[in-house]
């Protein structure tokens, strides 16, 4: 039996399947109920929120054999060849891979002709951005003059790259990112019918790393249901998305609660030891801080079943509302720099130790009392005139800064120098901060050539989905932080490939499986229960030991 993967399994086939874009189905139905038809669509959106799912059921939609229709009946010739992406009258092009202008010439030639079986030819031209000036020309001629056969829909994420003079003869309709809260509901929906357990936070993390696209949702979905050997754990998904275990960032607030600087600074060493990615720890740090600030203001905002919650009370209670505020707002500045800090360690140190800098002194109101308005990014200061035994606020100030200085140089010296590479991909992949669709693409790369100046990656076939430019270059970028700028990094496919860690990880996992399933066979309990009872072994009950 072969493996579908969930995107393609579940892939919307109708426009009430779309998860989260409902303002753009509404106004599409509407005009379709009404037979108000345009010759050219255009649907923008950032990656993997449904631009060309969107286009196919249009396309069903305009030649379904019941009639112009915004419910496409799914079983006439017509909506099941679409399907099966293979309807005569729909021409899918990827404009990133057809930009000569003879192939877009070619193509419109073909426009001139009536449908074979269809009611409309349908055009679905993805990634319409790329194409040259004069494929754009050659379409707008069509555009000015569409013959009535003709339906244009138009995908991309990139509309500012596209002439106004074939924007202005668009009806344009922009899909929204979705909210991470309703692809892991759909991501429930999904396991539920594949009969497959998992752990809540873990599909809220997979929704987080997916960053408003379902498919990248679901492709990290697919990849987290292979490494836990069909169940979807916490522990599983973190280690797969090189995200952060929470209890980190609960210490640091701890810390940065209690004015702890050497324990914010030991707990971001042993960050990056474990070469954690920075860039996650902002993101969930920021995420952290935005749930203390509801649990402060509108605590039944936080679901009472959160795992987190009793650690969240806790916080709200030691933080003022107002430095709530400024330590979100210090760490979303520090990821937006973290590309311009020296390295990221440094960024993120900085990051704390601004928050520890800018954290209440003494005199600090508690959220208890009534909060006393605050200057916002400047030191706290006394409200009253110090006594002269304690230092102003700026001598103050610039001291702590003295101590901060001190301790980061500190932490430097003592830190590993950058290890070599001994050819061991999987071992370097795990210690590269990447997240997400970019750890894996890296986990579905095998190492075929490295000398130091040249890195040559092959892709199975299977996984080529996973090349998408954006993907690419997260990859590249962090391996050329390793390795430097010069690095020349070529990533193809090849079928041949079978050496990935993510083929070796499966393959171990099979092996622990199958030593697993042989051990509880053989056990002779559980061969009494078998003789005896008449017992039998459902061989997905057994799970190794970890
Ligand atoms: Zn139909």
């Not at 005009?31 to 959106?45: D, P």
């Not at 860039?279 to 079943?305: G, R, T, V």
Request: with cysteine; charged share 20%.
């Amino acid at each position: 039996m072969s493996y579908q993967v969930l995107a393609r399994k579940y892939r919307p086939k109708t426009f009430q399947e779309l998860v989260g874009q409902e303002h753009v189905v509404r106004a599409i139905s509407n005009a379709l109920e009404q037979q108000r038809l345009h010759h050219a669509y255009l649907f923008t959106g950032t990656r993997g929120v449904g631009k060309t799912t969107l286009a196919r059921i249009l396309a069903k939609s305009l030649n379904c054999e019941t009639g112009i229709t915004a419910n496409p009946c799914g079983v006439c010739s017509a909506c099941g060849e679409i399907d099966k992406g293979r309807f005569v009258d729909l021409l899918e092009v990827d404009a990133a891979s057809n930009t000569k202008v003879d192939q877009m010439r070619d193509l419109l030639e073909n426009a001139q002709y009536a449908p074979t079986v269809g009611r409309f030819k349908v055009f679905i031209i993805d990634e319409v951005h790329m194409l040259s000036t004069s494929s754009f020309n050659a379409m707008l001629k069509t555009l000015e003059e569409p013959p009535a056969h003709v339906k244009f829909i138009l995908a991309t994420t990139d509309p500012q790259k596209m002439p106004v003079t074939v924007l202005s003869r668009c009806l344009q309709f922009n899909l929204r990112q979705m909210p991470a809260a309703s692809i892991t509901q759909h991501l429930h929906a999904v396991l539920g019918k594949e009969n497959i357990r998992a752990e809540n936070v873990a599909l809220q993390l997979l929704a987080r790393a997916a960053s408003g696209s379902m498919r990248d949702a679901l492709s990290l979905l697919d990849q987290a249901i292979a490494y836990g050997g069909g169940a979807v754990h916490e522990a599983e998904v973190r280690a797969m998305l090189g995200a952060i275990d929470q209890s980190y960032l609960f210490t640091l607030l701890d810390a940065l609660a209690r004015q702890d600087g050497p324990t914010l600074l030991a707990v971001s060493q042993s960050m990056e030891e474990r070469s954690l990615s920075f860039d996650s720890a902002l993101a969930d740090l920021a995420q952290l801080l935005h749930q203390i600030a509801l649990m402060q203001s509108i605590p039944e905002a936080i679901p009472e079943d959160l795992p987190e919650r009793p650690q969240l009370a806790g916080l709200a209670t030691q933080f003022s509302a107002e430095d709530v505020q400024l330590y979100y707002q210090i760490a979303l500045l520090g990821r937006r720099d973290l590309g311009l800090a020296p390295d990221e360690y440094a960024g993120f140190t900085m990051c704390l130790l601004r928050m520890l800098a800018f954290a209440p002194g003494e005199a600090s109101v508690k959220p208890t009392t009534s909060p006393a308005p605050k200057e916002a990014l400047a030191p706290k200061r006394p409200a009253v005139a110090a006594p002269e035994s304690t230092p102003s606020p700026a001598e103050d100030f610039s001291k702590k800064l003295q101590v901060i200085q001190q301790a980061v140089a500190e932490a430097r010296a003592t830190e590993p120098a950058t290890p070599t590479f001994d050819g061991n991909w999987r071992g370097l992949v795990d210690s590269l901060k990447l997240g997400g669709m970019a750890r894996m693409l890296a986990q579905n790369c095998e190492l075929a050539e490295f000398d130091g100046h040249r890195m040559r990656l092959v892709v199975p076939q299977n996984q080529k989905h996973l090349l998408d430019n954006t993907t690419q270059e997260k990859l590249r970028a962090t391996l050329k932080e390793r390795f430097g700028k010069q690095l020349h990094i070529q990533i193809e496919t090849a079928g041949s490939a079978a050496n990935t860690p993510a083929q070796q990880m499966s393959r171990e996992k099979a092996v622990r499986q199958a030593q697993a399933e042989s051990s509880i066979s053989n056990d002779q309990f559980v061969r009494d229960l078998i003789d005896g009872f008449g017992a039998t072994i459902i061989p997905s009950s057994i799970k190794p030991i970890q």
